[in-house]
């Protein structure tokens, strides 16, 4: 069974740091795209993250968080990561990970058809 399951969400003070993980299962996520979206209340969802799948694993950052986020594999563990740095109030947002459906990426929200539950990720003042 295909599934992705994140995990490390919480709640920090604006500057501090999460790492969120993204654990697959039933398939080598190293061979896929891989993204972090996130979404918060009363905003559309909104693409993080992205990495390339094979050996070309070029990422890609939203403007909002480039410099201060970094994506990266763990393919041993089949797992993905997000760490996050200088948290800010405006980057509180349940976060989910999904897989696309090939290794090249895409901007378009449909070409990601495997989802992980989300984990909430809350940014004081």
């Known amino acids: 069974q295909v599934r992705l399951e994140e995990s490390g969400g919480g709640s920090v003070q604006a500057g501090g740091s999460l790492r969120l993980s993204c654990s697959a299962s039933g398939f080598p996520q190293s061979r896929y795209c891989m993204a972090w979206f996130r979404q918060a209340p009363g905003k559309e969802r909104e693409r993080v993250a992205r990495i390339r799948g094979g050996d070309n694993m070029i990422p890609l950052y939203a403007d909002s968080v480039k410099g201060r986020f970094t994506i990266s594999r763990d393919n041993a563990k089949n797992t993905l990561y997000l760490k996050m740095n200088s948290l800010r109030p405006e980057d509180t947002a349940i976060y989910s990970c999904?897989?696309?459906?090939?290794?090249?990426?895409?901007?378009?929200?449909?070409?990601?058809?495997?989802w992980g539950q989300g984990t909430q990720v809350t940014v004081s003042s």
């Open positions: 999904a897989a696309g459906r090939s290794h090249l990426c895409s901007d378009v929200l449909r070409s990601y058809d495997t």
